[in-house]
């Protein structure tokens, strides 16, 4: 059984930076996707970034792009998310995801595994 540990989210004032870390437990296999997503109280789960352990060219929402990073160390098992230029409508909780395939990014039911999610919170 894989776990997911987030660490890193916070409260910050728009236009600042936050790093989230996912640490998986060890993986069976070499090669696995990884995600970001994140929930707004009312909203549904919605994909922010994803990441193939092969070194697939990464995906992120629209709503990111240019100010979101995900990367990985496979070494380590951990995934990352660099959050710059933070908007209030950025805040959400945050959430790992893990899984052997995944032929969306944006479809959660795709992903197996699930971290216990990381609050991130964006004052204006």
């Not at 060890?26 to 994803?50: L, N």
């Not at 979101?68 to 995801?97: G, H």
Request: glycine share 10%.
């Amino acid at each position: 059984q894989v776990q997911l540990v987030e660490s890193g989210g916070g409260s910050v004032q728009a236009g600042g930076s936050l790093r989230l870390s996912c640490a998986a437990s060890a993986w069976p296999d070499d090669h696995y996707y990884m995600g970001w997503f994140r929930q707004a109280p009312g909203e549904q789960r919605a994909v922010v970034a994803g990441i193939h352990t092969g070194g697939l060219s990464p995906y992120y929402a629209d709503s990111v792009k240019g100010r979101f990073t995900i990367s990985r160390d496979n070494a380590k098992n951990t995934l990352y998310l660099q959050m710059n230029s933070l908007k209030p409508e950025d805040t959400a909780m945050y959430f790992c995801a893990a899984a052997q395939t995944v032929t969306d990014y944006r479809a959660a039911d795709q992903w197996n595994y699930w971290g216990q999610g990381t609050q991130v919170t964006v004052s204006s």
